[in-house]
């Protein structure tokens, strides 16, 4: 069974994300199936792509499946976790990606938005940046991903506390490219679509490709690297990490004591 919709249409390739029982929870099934997606979207010249919730969503989607985490001694969030491959191919697709966001939107999936080449949002969608509401040490190259859209300030105020951003704030604050009403959000979105689909790709994909170079080009040192490893290890191997997941999976709210 998929867990996606998708559709070709005048080179504009149309991911739906249909996992509604788990509002688009981003699990190992429903990430195979984006991935399956972009690869036929790559044989069909495809153009521009678009991701998106049901119209009418209330939630875009829950971020990582928190039940496929694992309960501790071990990164949640390691190279081969199939939300970091989902946000390694959105940023190698030659075509760009449009996030097109209605309903909420929370953690991982705040970072794929984020990692899309732009974000249209309804004016009634919110982000929330939610590892610190779980114990989860979130990955370097994820918050590499937040850095590259969101002011340092703003992204502490949105990892350390957790809170939904309302998308007006997120546009007034360029993290998101447009917000439009829920009526105008998919007619808006496929007019800024039609609008690149009539340029180059091959400028396009070139462009793409050395604006997130650059933006990815941070220079780490060995010992830089192992320090920050050992920090999330002592994360993940804390009893607040398997309280936090724990908690989730208890539907009940965490009690984190710092150990
Ligand atoms: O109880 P059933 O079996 O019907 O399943 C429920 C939820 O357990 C399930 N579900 C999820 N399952 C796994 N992982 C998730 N992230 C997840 N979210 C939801 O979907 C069924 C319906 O959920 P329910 O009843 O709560 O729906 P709702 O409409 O009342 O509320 C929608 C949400 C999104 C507000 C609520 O489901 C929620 O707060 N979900 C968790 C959002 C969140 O904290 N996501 C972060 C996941 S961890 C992550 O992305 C990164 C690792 S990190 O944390 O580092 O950013």
């Not at 491959?85 to 705040?110: F, K, Q, T």
Request: aromatic share 6%; net charge negative.
């Amino acid at each position: 069974m998929s867990f996606v919709i998708t559709t070709i249409e005048d080179s504009i390739g149309t991911i739906l994300l249909n996992h509604v029982q788990k509002r688009n929870a981003l699990s190992q099934p429903l990430i195979a199936d984006i991935l399956e997606a972009f690869g036929t979207f790559r044989q069909q010249n495809v153009r521009v792509i678009i991701l998106r919730a049901p119209e009418g969503a209330t939630v875009w989607s829950a971020g990582h499946d928190v039940s496929e985490l694992p309960q501790g001694h071990r990164d949640p969030l390691g190279w081969d976790d199939p939300l970091r491959r989902l946000i390694r191919e959105v940023e190698n697709c030659p075509a760009p990606i449009i996030a097109m966001i209605e309903g909420s939107v929370w953690g991982g999936a705040c970072e794929v938005a984020f990692a899309c080449d732009l974000v249209i949002a309804a004016d009634d969608a919110t982000f929330a940046i939610t590892p610190a509401k779980l114990g989860v040490p979130y990955n370097l190259s994820g918050l590499l991903t937040f850095m590259s859209t969101i002011s340092l300030h703003i992204v502490k105020e949105m990892a350390f506390t957790g809170s939904p951003m309302k998308a007006e704030r997120a546009e007034r604050l360029g993290i998101v490219n447009r917000i439009v009403s829920r009526k105008e959000l998919q007619q808006h979105t496929y007019e800024i679509a039609r609008q690149i689909v009539r340029n180059s790709p091959l400028s396009i994909a070139v462009m793409k490709e050395e604006l997130n170079l650059l933006a990815n080009a941070h220079d780490l040192s060995p010992l830089t690297f192992e320090r920050i490893q050992a920090l999330r290890r002592e994360v993940y191997n804390s009893q607040d990490y398997q309280e936090g997941i724990r908690a989730f999976l208890e539907k009940r709210p965490p009690t984190f004591t710092g150990k």
